[in-house]
């Protein structure tokens, strides 16, 4: 069993940036896919990004495509999320999470067994 947790949130002002954390523990991140998603009070889960095993794959929201990017250390176990130039459309409570998926994306928080606690990011203007 894999263990998330998630760190670098923060307040930012709006057009700033913002580095989020996820380290692993147990399994080692080739084991999953690893996903960020985000949640509003309110709203659904949302999907954020997407990253393969080997790290060289990654699938963004349309939202965030541009100006986020997902990647992963796997010497470090972690993986991480740069948010640059965050709106008022960006703050949540951004979570990571693991999937054992192959083949197509899944932008689907039910097909990600294991997650964080989650870290907030506040966007102020």
């Known amino acids: 069993q894999v263990q998330l947790v998630e760190s670098g949130g923060g307040l930012v002002q709006a057009g700033g940036s913002l580095r989020l954390s996820c380290a692993a523990s147990?399994?080692?991140?080739?084991?999953?896919?690893m996903g960020w998603f985000r949640q509003v009070p309110g709203k659904e889960r949302e999907f954020v990004a997407v990253?393969?095993?080997?790290?060289?794959?990654?699938f963004y929201a349309d939202s965030v495509n541009g100006r986020f990017t997902i990647s992963s250390d796997h010497a470090k176990n972690t993986m991480y999320l740069q948010m640059n130039r965050l709106t008022h459309e960006d703050p949540a409570v951004y979570y990571c999470?693991?999937?054992?998926?192959?083949?197509?994306?899944?932008?689907?928080?039910?097909?990600?067994?294991?997650w964080g606690q989650g870290t907030q990011v506040t966007v102020s203007s």
């Open positions: 999470a693991t999937n054992t998926g192959w083949g197509a994306w899944s932008t689907v928080p039910a097909d990600f067994a294991y």
């Open positions: 147990g399994p080692t991140l080739r084991a999953y896919r």
């Open positions: 990253i393969n095993r080997s790290g060289a794959g990654t």
